[in-house]
C-alpha cells in the first residue's frame, strides 16, 4: 500500500483564516513565506456586516463606520454568537451567525483571490481553545456556506505559537495572552516535538479593547459637558459617532506616545453656535483608566495556570496576542508578576492569521516552520540622570528600541531636565542593554540648546526611528514649542569587535570623569511611547541644523495623510461624482501641506472626512 500524506492536491489553494471578535485575516504562502492578504496595507478586515439604508450589503470598514448611526443595520461581535440558535437582524430579515460569519470570509477569500491570483478552496480556520463542538460545528458550516472546504478547525493559542516558532523547540510550555477587541483569553500550551496541546484555558468574552475605548468616549463625553453643558444623547447621534472613533484613535495613540489631543470642530450647534472639543490626554492618565480592566485579567491568568498544575515559574514563555496587547502597561505587569518578559516579535493583530497560514502551506506542502520577520538584535537608547545606590548618576540608561523589536520601527521616551530654565541637553545614544551607559557602546551624540525657560521641569522628547537598513534617526524635541534637533546614523546594528568597545568604554570612562559636572544636564525619567514625527532628513554620521518644528502641524498634517489614504482605499466604490470630488479634495490637502497652511489643511480635511462619512453609510 502507498504510503498516504495529508494534505491537498497540488493545484488546491488553501488558506490560513483567523475568523475574529473584532478583526478577521486571511494569510497563505506566497513567494518564500507565509504573508497576510489583503488590500495595499489593510490587512485587517473589521468583523461587521451592514444593510445601508437603500438595502446595499456592506462588509467590513464600511459596515463598522455605520453601526452607532444605524445599529439596527449592522451586526458586529458575530463569534459571541456562534453555536447558538439565535437569530440576528440586518434590515427587514433574520440570519444564522453562520451566515453572517460566512459573508465576511466571502470578503476574505475575495482578498486572497486579489493577492494569489486564483479563488481560494479549502481553508484552515482558527477559534478559541475554549469553544465547544457547536461552536466548532458552527464554524465549519459558516466555511462551507462560503464555498470553502475546511480541513482544519484550529486553536488560536496553537496558531500564535506555530507563528512565533514555537513549535521549533521540544518540551515548551508557553502562556499565550489573547485580549482583543472583544474578548480576552489566555491558554496555557504544552509543546512536545510535532504535538502541541491546550493544557487550560480561561478568559472572559465581554472584556477587550472595546472597552477602553467606552471608557475614553465616557470622559470626553463629561469633559465636553463640563465644558458646554450640553449632553450628547442620542439627539447627537452624529457627535456621538465623532466621539467614538475619536476614542478608539487615541487608543490607538496612547498605546505609543506620552501625550494625546483630541480636536473635533464643529461637534454640534447649539442655538446657532458651534461646539467644540480639545481635550489633553497623558498616557500615564489612560494607564490609570485601564488598569482595573487589566488586573482583572492578571486573575484568569493565575486560574490557567492553577488549572494546568503550573506556578508561573514553571512556564516558558509568553506570547502576546491581540492588537490591545500593544498597550506597554500589559507587557510590564506581566513581566513584573511571571519574571518572563512576553515575546513581542510578531504583530499581535496578525499572528493567529499567521499560524493558520503556516499550517495551511504546510497542507499545500510547502515547508514552513515559522515566521519570517526582521528584528533588530540590539537595543538602543540614551544616557540621563537618576540615583544608583542614592547617588545622582548621569549615565544611568534605559533603551527606546528594545532587542528583538520587529523592524521598520519608530519609538520615543519623554525625560525631563534637570533644574529650572535649563538652556540645553546632550543626548548621548547606546547601543546595548546594560543599564549603566557606560557599559555599552556609544553610537552618537548631540546638544540641543535654546530650550525655553521654564521654572518647572521641561518635557524632552526623544524619538528613535529605525529602518531595515540598520539606520538610526535619533531626534529630541521641545514638547511645548517643537523645537528639534537631530541625528543620523547609519550602520546602527553593526556590532563592535571586542577592541572596538574596549576603547569606546575608555573614551566615555574618561569623558565621565573630565566632564563630570556638564554631564548632569541629562533628562530623568522615561516612558515607553511611540510617535509619528516628519522631520528633515540628516547627512549620514553629521548633526543636523536647528529646526523648529511645530507638534500641532505635525500632527494635522498626519491626520491629512490618514484622510487621503481612507479617501483612495474608498475610490472604487464611489460614484463618479464623489470620485471627482475626493480626488479634487487629496489635491487640495496636498497643496495646503506643501503651503503650510494649517488653516486651509483643517478645513478641507473636514469637508473630505464629512464626504466619507456620508459615503460610508
Known sequence: MADLKEGAAPNDIIVGIDLGT??????????????????VDEKMLPSCVGLTPEGELMIGQTARNQQLLYPERTIRSVKRK???TESL??????YSPQEISSLILRELIGWAEVALGAKPTKAVITVPAYFSDAQRQATREAGALAGLEVLRIVNEPTAAALAYGQSDQTHRKVMVYDLGGGTFDVSIVSIEEDVTEVLSSHGDNQLGGDDFDDLLFARFLDVFREKHGVELDKGHAAARARLWWAAEDIKKRLSSEPFATLREENLVTIDGEPRHLEYEISQEDYEAMIRPLVESTLDKVNQALTDAGLRSNEVDDIVLVGGSTRTPMIARILEERTGIKPHREVDPDLCVALGAGILASRLSGHEVERVLVDVTPYSFGVSYL?????????????AIIERGTPLPVTRTKHFYTVYPNQEGVNVCVYQGDDPDALRNILVGDFYVEGLTPAAAQ???????????????????IEKN????KHITISNAMKEMDPEELKKARARMESLFASNRSRAWDQDVDALDVDVEFEDDDADADSESTEAAVDPEWIQLVNQGRAIQERARLRLPSLNEDDKEEVIDLNGMIEKAIEEEDAGALQEVIDELRELLFFVEG
Open 22 to 39: 473584532t478583526n478577521s485575516e486571511v494569510a497563505a504562502y506566497v513567494g518564500d513565506r507565509v504573508r497576510v492578504l489583503g488590500p
Open 89 to 94: 437582524v440586518l434590515g427587514d430579515r433574520e
Open 481 to 484: 514649542t517643537g523645537l528639534s
Open 386 to 398: 537618576d540615583e544608583r545606590g542614592g547617588v545622582p548618576y548621569p549615565h544611568c540608561y534605559r
Open 82 to 84: 456562534m453555536g447558538s
Open 458 to 476: 521641561n518635557v524632552i522628547l526623544c524619538q528613535m526611528r529605525l529602518d531595515l537598513d540598520g539606520i538610526l534617526q535619533v531626534t529630541a
